[in-house]
């Protein structure tokens, strides 16, 4: 993976040969949106839901979708076939494009596409098995966080803070509320029910809501989309987070004090469980 194939609008090249604008306003202003797409033995996990939420992103922040339904799937398949190992994931992120500097939208301008495939690192085996940590902190991003914007200085803050601390995630609040952790959705656990935060513009729907939802039901376990208090949190039996890199993994502490009896709970060994098979079932 020193120098890996890559996509830039339209070919592909070796990751040295590709070279973007420094006027391309995903590098002035972040103005872009991007995808993470987890394949497992060669077939990735949910493109439709992922496809889905590139198209939502792009619409959100008007800018012109460059490829068909189909055309995106192709690119998908062509940058995971330049990955050998297994797990990997595909990214694929589309900016405005290049224009004089200013803020305004340019006219007339073509979006860049880059995508790349890199080996999946999953959470070890300690983690799965003993969960992490995580802190929390008051939400002070901006309120499109439904919008999987490439503008990502406030999670790259709470994710700094998180390894500061020494832990996995920081976990966040706005005005008493749940949101979401830096780059992860969460799950608060309660006498075997479990409830997330709805799926509004203070956070952004991870495509493993969906299937942390469905393997829920899979499993028998009661799910509420609701409101959730800091309180909640706080007194959760489990905590969990989902991501495209993490999959599931329970936290245990939360500020230093265990969550529930600070191991890995029953409802997380059952979703766990039933992600792994679906990710087999591909």
């Known amino acids: 993976m020193n120098n890996p194939t890559v996509w830039l609008n339209g070919e592909l090249i070796p990751l040295s040969d590709a070279k973007i604008s420094v006027l391309d306003r995903g590098f002035l202003f972040g103005d872009g949106i991007y995808e993470v797409v987890p394949v497992y033995h060669g077939k990735p996990f949910r493109l439709a839901q992922h496809l889905d939420r590139l198209e939502r992103s792009l619409a959100e922040i008007r800018i012109a979708n460059p490829y068909t339904r189909a055309e995106w799937e ?14 990997h994931s595909v990214y694929v992120q589309v900016t405005r494009g290049v224009a004089p500097r200013q803020h305004t939208f340019p006219k007339d301008v073509t979006p860049t596409v880059f995508g790349i495939a890199t080996p999946l690192a999953l959470p070890s085996r300690e983690k ?41 995630e920081t976990i966040q609040f706005r005005d008493a509320m749940l949101t979401e952790a830096s780059s992860s959705n969460v799950w608060v656990v309660k006498h075997g029910a479990m409830a997330a935060p709805q799926r509004d513009n203070r956070i952004l729907e991870g495509i493993r809501y969906g299937a942390l939802e469905a393997l829920a039901r899979e499993c028998g376990i009661p799910f509420e989309e609701r409101a959730v208090s800091e309180a909640e949190v706080r007194d959760a039996d489990e905590l969990l987070i989902t991501s495209a890199t993490k999959e599931v993994l329970a936290v245990v502490t939360l500020d230093g ?10 409802v997380f060994r059952a979703l766990y469980a039933a992600y792994q098979r679906a990710k087999e079932a591909l």
């Open 257 to 266: 004090k265990p969550v529930g009896d600070g191991k890995p709970g029953p």
């Open 74 to 87: 192709a690119l998908f398949a062509r940058l995971s076939a330049t990955c050998a190992a297994d797990p």
């Open 128 to 168: 799965v098995e003993q969960g992490v940590g995580a802190v929390t902190h008051e939400d002070r991003r901006w309120l499109n966080c439904h919008i999987k914007s490439t503008s990502l200085l406030g999670n790259v803050l709470m994710a700094q803070y998180a390894a500061d601390h020494d832990v996995q």
